[in-house]
């Protein structure tokens, strides 16, 4: 049975930083690419960020370029989410997701492709 599990959601205020993490388990981690996704209040679920199973291709939204960094660590089965320089703008509920496949592609993770979703976790960012 896959679970994608993740933590380190909470209260920030705006300006602050948070690390999302994802951690997987009854899935061979390190052949799949994974994204993280986010819904706010009243809009439709979104990508904010993907990285191909080895790394090498790191995809992010326009609204979070430069503030975000997505990074795995295949020997853990964790993805995580750094999320610097939070805006109130971010809040909402974060999901981790993954796609297999062991392809070195830009693009593969896209929410209509992801085999397995998380629960999800919320991050609420004040102002």
């Known amino acids: 049975q896959v679970q994608l599990v993740e933590s380190g959601g909470g209260l920030v205020q705006a300006g602050g930083a948070l690390r999302l993490s994802c951690a997987a388990s009854g899935l061979t981690f390190s052949m799949y690419a994974m994204g993280w996704f986010r819904r706010a209040p009243g809009k439709e679920r979104e990508f904010v960020a993907g990285i191909t199973y080895n790394s090498v291709i790191r995809d992010y939204a326009d609204s979070v370029k430069g503030r975000f960094t997505i990074s795995r660590d295949n020997a853990k089965n964790t993805v995580y989410l750094q999320m610097n320089s939070l805006e109130p703008e971010d809040t909402a509920v974060y999901y981790c997701?993954?796609?297999?496949?062991?392809?070195?592609?830009?693009?593969?993770?896209?929410?209509?492709?992801?085999?397995?979703w998380g629960k999800g976790i919320l991050v609420t960012v004040s102002s």
């Open positions: 997701a993954a796609r297999e496949g062991a392809y070195t592609t830009r693009g593969y993770v896209r929410a209509d492709a992801m085999n397995y």
